[in-house]
């Protein structure tokens, strides 16, 4: 990959840095400087959008993560548009997680008209919220269910906020509050009553899916989750199933309930952990990647077979799911969640293709570096694909969340040297369909945007250079003349005055965080090895094994790369 993603343009390679897709107050990722001076009363939205807010979180956010009981928290919600002072510091840490979610989940339009401020500002108020309220909780030190859900939202609205690699580390805390309150064992085990016990089910096997989510997208190939936890999947009930204190157990319907699309998950998730049995096993990598095997160890032979076998069972477990919990007719969660089998599995299965069997194979495909362009390509085209459901469910945020646009400029960096050719040609459909989806990607004065701009319309002119010397039409997309707007528009207004020197750009770009002092350059992005499919440079027996993290797309553990 890094052969792919390297380049000598200091402006392009810095779309590929953190700092871009950070906000400035990155820096207090954990703890915000100014907790002692802030209070939770002036930071919350105002009684009508608290409202509207937690109605957006049920609708739109809790039937893809029910790690909150709504009947529970419903009653505080309502007492915060009254006096957030009456609120525990733990409900009020978990409402501005709530908040932040909801937010998350609109677009810049919904929330102006909703909220009467920009995104990005509505975003910067709750998450500081957040944290002030966890803060004077005082979390690292009170273990409790409404502050770990608070912190689990939290950790979940980070995804594409901030750096990647922090967000990994706050991860790993997450894991370890819950290690610390038993919620690596079943409650069953452990005598907890029936509510308690179904919730934390939920938490832990949540907690399952994003651990997996940032330990690979932060270049790990797998998680450090403690190896003797036993907690069970949660059963398939609704929230007015369950009773807090109630002792009577619990028992599991039979048919559709909201619990839908996260039993999908929760598949996925146990899918992970059975894959993570075969780390150590080496040869896939290898083998997808093209390597020759000769004079190597037979034994490494198998393992694409062995990762089939897993997806297999994958499906079919799914498919079970389906038929057992899963009717279209029961409402947009249950379309949304039938979307996910076919784009997880068909994508792992492309991929587990080695090489060589490539139908492009000898045409397009000559070396690794093709082969691992056709993966990003596909790895695109799934996500993009399921984007058309999701949008009629009213889900579409929750893949747009998601959405990698690293991954996005490798395969665009590499149309520049693509033109032509079946792969360049869906290539470029689905560059128009991210552009139709992902309005934000026009508004070029974040410096990321504009940097994917011009990578793309310098693809596009090497394209139209290419049909014209070959005499063949070429019909130019509208969303490239938008571009093409843009873009001049921008360097209009960038141009500096004869009296205006150039800014230089800085020496260091490295984005500094809490936990650099105890890190050093670990967070440094230029000091990372950013590849999606290990070193490539290595012989295979060197290479480390791992789930290819571009496998699973815009799923609950997010995009995989």
């Keep these: 990959m890094r052969e792919i993603v390297d380049t000598d343009d200091p402006e392009e390679a810095s779309v590929m840095g953190s700092e871009d897709l950070s906000p400035d107050y990155n820096i207090?990722?954990?703890?915000?400087?100014?907790?002692?001076?802030?209070?939770?009363?002036?930071?919350?939205?105002?009684?009508?959008?608290?409202?509207?807010?937690?109605?957006?979180?049920?609708?739109?956010?809790?039937?893809?993560?029910?790690?909150?009981?709504?009947?529970?928290?419903?009653?505080?919600?309502?007492?915060?548009?009254?006096?957030?002072?009456?609120?525990?510091?733990?409900?009020?840490?978990?409402?501005?997680?709530?908040?932040?979610?909801?937010?998350?989940?609109?677009?810049?339009?919904?929330?102006?008209?909703?909220?009467?401020?920009?995104?990005?500002?509505?975003?910067?108020?709750?998450?500081?919220?957040t944290k002030v309220a966890l803060t004077k909780f005082n979390?690292?030190?009170?273990?409790?269910?409404?502050?770990?859900?608070?912190?689990?939202?939290?950790?979940?609205?980070?995804?594409?906020?901030?750096?990647?690699?922090?967000?990994?580390?706050?991860?790993?805390?997450?894991?370890?509050?819950?290690?610390?309150?038993?919620?690596?064992?079943?409650?069953?085990?452990l005598g907890l009553n029936a509510f308690e016990t179904?919730?934390?089910?939920?938490?832990?096997?949540?907690?399952?899916?994003?651990?997996?989510?940032?330990?690979?997208?932060?270049?790990?190939?797998?998680?450090?989750?403690?190896?003797?936890?036993?907690?069970?999947m949660p059963q398939n009930v609704n929230d007015a199933d369950l009773f807090p204190g109630s002792i009577e157990p619990v028992l599991p319907r039979e048919g559709p309930t909201e619990m839908a699309f996260c039993l999908i998950g929760y598949q996925i998730a146990k899918f992970l952990v059975n894959a993570e049995s075969l780390h150590g096993t080496p040869g896939l990598e290898a083998a997808v990647m093209g390597h020759d095997f000769e004079g190597q160890d037979p034994a490494i032979l198998p393992s694409i077979q062995q990762y089939r076998d897993l997806v297999d069972n994958l499906e079919q477990n799914l498919l079970e799911v389906e038929a057992r919990y899963i009717d279209p007719t029961a409402g947009n969660v249950h379309i949304a969640a039938l979307s996910i089998r076919p784009m997880i599995c068909s994508k792992m299965r492309e991929i587990l293709v080695p090489m060589k069997e490539q139908p492009e194979w000898g045409t397009e495909i000559l070396d690794k570096?093709?082969?691992?362009?056709?993966?990003?390509?596909?790895?695109?085209?799934?996500?993009?694909?399921?984007?058309?459901?999701?949008?009629?469910?009213?889900f579409l945020w929750f893949l747009k969340f998601h959405f990698q646009i690293d991954i996005f400029t490798v395969m665009t960096k590499q149309l520049c040297q693509r033109p032509t050719g079946s792969l360049a040609d869906r290539a470029w459909n689905m560059v128009q369909k991210i552009y139709h989806y992902h309005t934000e990607l026009l508004d070029i004065s974040q410096k990321t945007y504009y940097i994917q701009a011009q990578t793309v319309l310098k693809a596009w002119k090497n394209r139209e250079q290419a049909f014209r010397a070959a005499g063949q039409p070429l019909e130019t997309p509208n969303f490239i003349?938008?571009?093409?707007?843009?873009?001049?528009?921008?360097?209009?207004?960038?141009?500096?005055?004869?009296?205006?020197?150039?800014?230089?750009?800085?020496?260091?770009?490295?984005?500094?965080?809490?936990?650099?002092?105890?890190?050093?350059?670990?967070?440094?992005?230029?000091?990372?090895?950013?590849?999606?499919?290990?070193?490539?440079?290595?012989?295979?027996?060197?290479?480390?094994?791992?789930m290819p993290v571009s496998l699973f797309g815009n799923f609950p553990m997010g995009n995989m790369g």
């Design 369 to 394: 570096k093709d082969n691992l362009f056709k993966i990003v390509l596909m790895n695109n085209e799934h996500s993009t694909d399921a984007y058309g459901v999701m949008d009629q469910t009213g």
């Design 481 to 546: 003349y938008r571009l093409r707007d843009v873009v001049k528009s921008e360097n209009r207004t960038s141009e500096p005055s004869p009296q205006q020197p150039v800014a230089q750009p800085p020496q260091n770009s490295h984005q500094m965080t809490d936990l650099d002092p105890f890190l050093g350059n670990y967070l440094d992005v230029s000091t990372l090895n950013w590849d999606l499919w290990g070193t490539m440079n290595q012989p295979p027996q060197q290479q480390q094994s791992q």
């Design 28 to 129: 207090d990722l954990l703890i915000p400087a100014d907790t002692a001076t802030r209070s939770c009363e002036e930071l919350q939205p105002e009684p009508v959008h608290i409202f509207r807010l937690w109605q957006l979180f049920v609708d739109r956010v809790n039937p893809l993560t029910k790690i909150i009981h709504v009947p529970s928290v419903q009653p505080f919600a309502l007492e915060m548009a009254t006096d957030i002072n009456k609120i525990p510091l733990n409900y009020q840490a978990l409402l501005f997680a709530i908040f932040t979610m909801a937010t998350v989940s609109l677009t810049e339009a919904e929330c102006l008209q909703m909220l009467g401020t920009s995104r990005d500002e509505a975003l910067r108020r709750y998450t500081i919220g």
């Design 198 to 232: 179904e919730m934390r089910r939920r938490m832990w096997w949540q907690i399952i899916l994003q651990d997996a989510k940032n330990a690979l997208v932060s270049g790990l190939s797998h998680s450090l989750l403690p190896s003797s936890w036993d907690t069970k």
């Design 139 to 189: 979390f690292l030190k009170n273990y409790d269910m409404v502050a770990l859900q608070a912190l689990l939202l939290y950790l979940l609205s980070l995804q594409n906020r901030y750096d990647r690699h922090a967000a990994w580390i706050l991860s790993g805390m997450v894991v370890r509050i819950a290690q610390k309150m038993g919620y690596h064992r079943d409650g069953d085990y």
